[in-house]
């Protein structure tokens, strides 16, 4: 992708200039719990009520073993199993008093008030392996299907396919949503205008070899940043297309949070050999 092209689709999506970066990342650890956990995929900041929500997978299929925890913004567990029966919860999205759930095969609507799940919207696939969650500014939904190579939309109560497409969304798994950009992480980075589902550009974002796999996805006030399912490391992707690792520290990140503005970066992480933790960061580049 032309790299020009790259920096001015982004301004125009994102409503700002952009700038190649070339910040140096300061990351300071917060806090970091492990207690209740069990592959905690996704995390979802509820500021209103000064809780963290986390999906715990317990298993990638249909067993009624997963479930959401609940930690304070200190790292207090507050209920480890707070809502429970769901079938390997990944993606969390959050707007108002509603979480949106990533469920294997349907999409789940929890009531954060009363902790009750108030509707489900499954898929007409079979086997979507639905991933992550994303909600764009006008109330939107959008989920990742990684086994189906499909961005769903929830469209009243029904999760219909938006763009499935074999290629560009092989093993689809993170999305960002911002103004009309749609931008899918998975095996490649791919960029779609939301309201139409056209691609905005003829190739992905980047052709690095060792850029793949893309699980979280976050926006820091000028670059992409991006966890990998295959590479412990956090990295950076530029307005030029240039993706590289912020350090060399092993986060084994896997669907984190970012608030540019404040720098909290909140971390579900898998160490291997069942070591899980949650990890809260301070996250700043100067």
């Avoid at 995929?41 to 986390?54: C, F, K, L, P, T």
């Avoid at 499909?150 to 949503?177: M, S, W």
Wanted: proline share 5%.
């Amino acid at each position: 992708m032309n790299k020009a092209f790259l920096a001015s689709l982004l301004a125009a999506c994102l409503g700002q200039p952009i700038h190649a970066q070339d910040e140096q990342a300061k990351i300071r650890e917060i806090w970091s719990v492990s207690d209740g956990l069990f592959e905690p995929e996704s995390v979802a900041v509820d500021e209103d009520r000064n809780v963290i929500y986390v999906s715990n997978v317990v298993g990638y299929g249909i067993n009624g073993q997963g479930y959401i925890s609940q930690l304070s913004m200190s790292g207090r567990v507050i209920k480890a199993k707070w809502v429970e029966g769901l079938n390997a919860p990944t993606g969390l999205a959050l707007k108002d008093d509603k979480l949106f759930i990533a469920d294997v095969n349907s999409l789940k609507v929890l009531d954060v008030n009363s902790g009750e799940i108030v509707s489900s919207h499954p898929t007409p696939d079979r086997n979507p392996c639905l991933n992550d969650v994303a909600l764009a500014g006008d109330d939107t939904v959008y989920v990742s299907g990684s086994c189906s190579n499909t961005i769903y939309r929830l469209e009243g109560h029904n999760l219909v396919p938006f763009i499935t497409d074999n290629d560009a969304l092989h093993y689809v798994n993170g999305l960002f949503t911002s103004g009309e950009l749609l931008l899918s992480g998975g095996w490649q980075i791919r960029l779609w205008n939301r309201l139409t589902g056209q691609p905005l550009a003829d190739g992905p974002v980047t052709r690095q070899p060792d850029v793949k796999d893309i699980d979280g996805i976050a926006w820091d006030g000028s670059a992409f940043l991006m966890s990998m399912v295959d590479d412990p490391r956090l990295w950076r992707l530029d307005a030029s297309g240039i993706a590289s690792p912020i350090s060399e520290t092993a986060f084994h990140a896997l669907d984190f949070y970012y608030d540019d503005l404040t720098g909290l970066l909140v971390m579900p992480q898998n160490m291997g050999e069942g070591q899980y933790r949650i990890t809260a960061y301070r996250l700043t580049f100067e």
